[in-house]
């Protein structure tokens, strides 16, 4: 549940990758992409202002419009694209307007989510936040959502504005947010992890979440997702992918029970690196 009103599948899909790096989609298998995740039973679709310029945004209108109404789309906006570096703008006039575009290019009246990128510390929370709730007061956006935020700033925007949903990285080789995540778990907050399956696929899996992947017969990617979802009710991960047998297999995910000794044994993987990472990371891979 996102805002106490919007109801979607516990596994949604990360749009990213069907625009631009690195595998740069003919528009027609993306959007092919895009309609097999609905077919598959994805309610919750997250993409940004800033992936491929709008581009994004504009895909999904074309793979999706007129959307079915159990569908809920998140956009972002607050951070401007520059190739190799992505740099906060949270100037509430840039805010507003960056709105306006999504709601243009996504084909709506109203955004379900909209989630401030990052924080830009350059600019008062009050006025980032501030932004967001004109923008909801006028209805343009229905929930307000953040990203890459730490307890504090989480609980300093809640005291302007009700946050239906966090968007940090969090996955099963990175708890640096389980802070976080707990907050959220108490506070019904919907918590979206993104990065929730790369570093598993990418060279960071572990040997027993191998060893489970293999006992089942399942990929260590559906273990990372698996665990994720048994993890905490509030978590509702993002998969992206630019590959159609990807997006079954991730999506699979959503129906494989893990025993209590799977659970044991997954929740050390990682469980030592807890600490809070408040850094803004400038590589690519923090889109
Ligand atoms: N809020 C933020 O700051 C932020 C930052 C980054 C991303 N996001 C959002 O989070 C979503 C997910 O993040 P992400 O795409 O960076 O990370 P991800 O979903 O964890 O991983 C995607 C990567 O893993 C590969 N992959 C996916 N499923 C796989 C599988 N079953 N087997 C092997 N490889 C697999 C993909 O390659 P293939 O394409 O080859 O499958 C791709 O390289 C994005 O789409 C975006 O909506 C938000």
């Excluded at 959307?67 to 190799?84: C, D, F, H, M, R």
């Excluded at 006992?215 to 665990?227: M, N």
Aim: glycine share 8%.
């Amino acid at each position: 549940m996102i805002g106490g009103d919007l109801t979607v599948n516990r596994l949604g899909f990360g749009a990213m990758r069907l625009t631009g790096p690195p595998a740069w989609l003919d528009r027609y298998t993306a959007r092919g992409i895009a309609r097999r995740a609905l077919a598959l039973g994805v309610t919750f679709i997250d993409t940004a202002d800033s992936y491929d310029f709008g581009e994004n945004e504009e895909l999904l209108a074309d793979a999706l419009h007129p959307y079915p109404e159990s569908l809920v789309i998140a956009t972002k906006g607050g951070q401007v694209n520059l190739g190799a570096d992505w740099i906060p703008l949270g100037r509430p006039e840039y805010l507003r307007q960056q709105a306006e575009l999504s709601l243009r290019r996504l084909r709506l009246n109203q955004v379900d989510l909209y989630q401030l990128h990052r924080i830009d510390p350059a600019v008062p929370l009050a006025e980032q936040i501030g932004a967001l709730r004109l923008l909801q007061e006028q209805g343009k956006i229905r929930h307000i959502g953040l990203s890459e935020v730490t307890l504090e700033q989480l609980r300093q925007a809640e005291k302007i504005a009700p946050i239906a949903s966090v968007q940090n990285r969090y996955n099963l080789a990175d708890r640096s947010a389980e802070d976080v995540l707990h907050y959220c778990g108490q506070h019904g907050i919907a918590f979206i992890p993104w990065f929730p399956v790369a570093p598993i696929t990418q060279g960071q899996s572990t040997d027993p979440t191998d060893a489970i992947a293999t006992r089942r017969g399942v990929t260590p990617a559906q273990i990372a997702l698996a665990w994720l979802l048994h993890h905490s009710l509030a978590i509702l991960p993002i998969p992206g992918t630019s590959q159609l047998a990807h997006l079954e297999e991730n999506l699979a995910a959503a129906s494989l029970p893990l025993t209590t000794d799977d659970l044991t044994t997954l929740d050390q993987v990682g469980s030592g690196q807890t600490e809070p990472r408040y850094q803004t990371p400038s590589s690519a891979l923090s889109r």
